[in-house]
């Protein structure tokens, strides 16, 4: 099960729990991380906290087709506080009054909050999405339900230029598809979720975007993007631009209850008479072997200063990155599945911004005790 309507590659395992209740099939999956974040140099932060969501679906036949009601929870603006949790070079968001910097911020209490209905319709299928708060077609499978990023909690840098409208509020999609093709076109809420996430804003769907998704194999999945997001007022005021990316999937399973998990991920944001696009780059991978797990992560993001805080300071664009690594052990698999972990990142800083950071490879340390399901089979829906 995977972010929104966007695919997984078949192979891709699911932590989850399932049950029914009467004509509903219902699963629960998610992640808790309970974790400890330190980020060095001049812009040092600390925090004890947890990174953690968790998703409820239910699914029913309905007439030729089958209904999907699918919510998705977090509790981090208390776990980690409406300031988030310290990751240089992210994005600065306004919060009460003020402009925080090299903070993630926490996901919505209510981050997803939709229906979907599924059908076939000759040899192909034909899909409807609406939620008040959801995904639109727009962008990769969101980071925290990617494969190969499993054991890593932490957004990517890229994350506002690839899959920064996985919290939307408004939301209507429709799709059409076959055993390996999708493509789909959403309306919905181009604004930028407020700092309070603990209510739902206010829905409207003034942006739209379409995603072509291909399958191949089991194995692999390729997606593609683009869409167009108007201007918007208030503390996250932007101007219009437009969005485009792809990415590419791809779960082997190996000897025993092992997987490997590669995702490449291309985003980019092009401002209303920018002239070029804003482009981010990423590549990550998750390699499990029985109770061991190594994973990493590299990127490449170029960022505005506005998007740092820094106007008038630095160059208007920088080029920014980060390389990470990091270790896990799952210590008990039955019901629950637990594991200690710990991620290395080493920050790519330009020499102009060496100054407000300390140094060009600050670097950050994150160690965590990870909770979540045991494993279960995955596979999208096909129609029949």
């Known amino acids: 099960m995977s972010s929104g309507t966007a695919w997984l590659p078949d192979a891709a395992r699911l932590h989850a729990y399932h049950a029914t209740l009467g004509a509903w099939a219902v699963m629960l999956h998610g992640a808790v991380f309970l974790q400890y974040d330190r980020q060095s140099g001049t812009r040092a932060a600390e925090q004890l906290g947890s990174i953690n969501w968790l998703m409820a679906v239910a699914t029913r036949s309905a007439g030729r087709g089958a209904v999907r009601l699918r919510a998705m929870v977090s509790a981090e603006p208390w776990t980690v506080t409406g300031r988030g949790y310290p990751e240089l070079l992210q994005v600065a968001e306004p919060y009460q009054g003020t402009t925080v910097t090299d903070r993630q911020h926490p ?191 590299a990127e490449y993001v170029r960022r505005t200063a506005a998007d740092l805080a820094l106007v008038g300071s630095v160059s208007r664009e920088l080029n920014i990155g980060d390389v990470s690594a990091g270790y896990a052990r799952e210590l008990c698999g039955r019901g629950v599945s637990c594991a200690l972990g710990v991620l290395g990142t080493l920050y790519l800083v330009p020499a102009e911004l060496e100054l407000f950071y300390g140094s060009r490879t600050p670097v950050g340390i994150l160690a965590y005790l990870e909770l979540r399901p045991a494993i279960a089979a995955h596979g999208h829906v096909m129609p029949r």
């Open 107 to 297: 996901h919505d209490v209510v981050s997803e909050l939709a229906v979907l209905y599924e059908r076939p319709v000759g040899a192909a299928g034909l899909s409807l999405y609406f939620a008040p708060v959801g995904e639109p077609a727009l962008g990769p499978v969101a980071y925290m339900h990617r494969p190969s990023a499993a054991y890593d909690p932490v957004a990517p840098l890229g994350h506002h230029a690839q899959d920064f409208t996985h919290i939307s509020d408004g939301v209507a999609t429709l799709g059409v598809f076959t055993r390996r093709f999708k493509l789909e076109g959403s309306v919905f809420n181009g604004a930028h979720p407020d700092e309070v996430r603990t209510d739902l804003d206010p829905v409207r769907l003034d942006a739209y975007g379409g995603r072509l998704s291909f399958n191949p194999s089991a194995g692999s999945s390729l997606t593609a993007w683009f869409g167009h997001i108007p201007a918007t007022g208030g503390a996250h005021a932007h101007d219009a631009l437009d969005r485009f990316g792809a990415s590419f999937l791809h779960t082997r399973p190996l000897a025993g209850s092992g997987e490997w998990s590669t995702a490449l991920v291309y985003g980019a944001d092009l401002p209303a008479g920018a002239g070029h696009p804003l482009n981010s780059l990423l590549v990550e991978t998750s390699l499990e072997l029985g109770r061991n797990a190594v994973f990493g992560r």
